[in-house]
């Protein structure tokens, strides 16, 4: 990994941009309490089971200064999702590096992807659990966001040369079953399976580009990574 | 009965409709998968006894797997069985059956079925059952490629029209 930030720091940081006055400051400091706060009610009570004023509560603002921000508790939660898949494609961004080989690329990708979502299960479960039961905005931008790893996984196909019969949705498809997996384990709250299911999870997602073999010594390699 | 179970809160006819849908599903896809001999088979026999199901009435298709999408934690647990019973049968047999290349852990299965319900979901969204489009190959190459590698699952996209 290129720098020494672990990944809770990475997702917690807010983009950057010019420097801020003191009012924005405060803004600042209270929006990123709120989405603190809507993260980890909603971890504990389930979107439905979460209130705007335990919300406000959790982040020690006024009412009105969650209204400031936000229009409503969908709203606050968007937000949250937004931001939190916002730092998770920076953090891809920034330590998958693009030259390497396929392969090496969505290994990484996944052994990040687990990473990410056992270092911070609070806004894994808020992305991967809660955005598909708290309304049909949300539920889109989850279906977005699994769909927005299809065109990484179709660069795979270049590896395989009968490749134009595969379906046309296995991307979405594998993005699907992979999501599936760790939304089991997190609405379980059985996250420490997760770490030792990644090479199987590599076996599967390699398999169809480059066949079982090779997928199947990518698997060994992350696992042995792991072991070490 | 709405098109949706999505409302707020959400609808609870619509719900037992999928209910009782669902429990017709699995009275035809059950039978289907243990009458035939040998995992491949009774992967195919289930498929062709889905594939028959959905497209026998489409509405009926969307309640399964789109209606109950996005209906809360109550669309999600009814979700979450459908997979469940998809990774049951993907997983079951092939321990029993030797099935060469066998997967470490259930978790296999469970990638795969979650991909079959993404699969399923997208089409039937999608009006693929109301055009009446076939994808039961697309569906099956999901099913056996974890368990039996990329070759066989690419020949299974070319022979369809033999089941």
Redesign the interface.
Known sequence: MKDARSLSERLSRLPGGRPLDASEVVAKSQRERILAAVTELVAEN?Y?GTTIEAIAKQARVALSTFYEHFEDKEGCFLAAFDDSVAAAREIFAELVDPESAWPERVATGLDLFVKMVVAEPARAKLCL?DA??A??TA?GRYHEM?DSVAPTLREGREL?P?AA???D??E??????????V??RL?ADRLDELPA?L???L??TL???V??TEAGRAAEEAEARQAA | MSARC?G?PPDERCLAAHDDVAAEFWERLWPAYVGAIGWHDRIWAAGVAMMRFLQEDPPRAHLLFVAV?????E??KRR?EI?KRFADMLDDAPRRNGTP?L???R??A??????????L???VQDGAIERGEE?LA?LI??AV??YL???V??SE??VQSLH
């Open positions: 389930g439905r659990v598909q039961a309304g049909s539920l699994l395989n009968r019969g595969l379906p949705g296995l979405g498809a594998i993005a699907g079953g992979l999501a599936w997996l939304h089991q609405a299911l090479p199987e999870m076996q599967v398999t169809p580009y066949g079982e | 999505d707020s999408d996005g209906a809360g934690p669309g999600l979450d997979v290349g997967p470490r852990s978790a296999t469970e990638i795969a079925a979650g991909a079959i319900y993404r699969m979901l997208d089409k994808f697309e190459y999901m490629m974890p590698g990329a070759d699952a690419e996209l070319a």
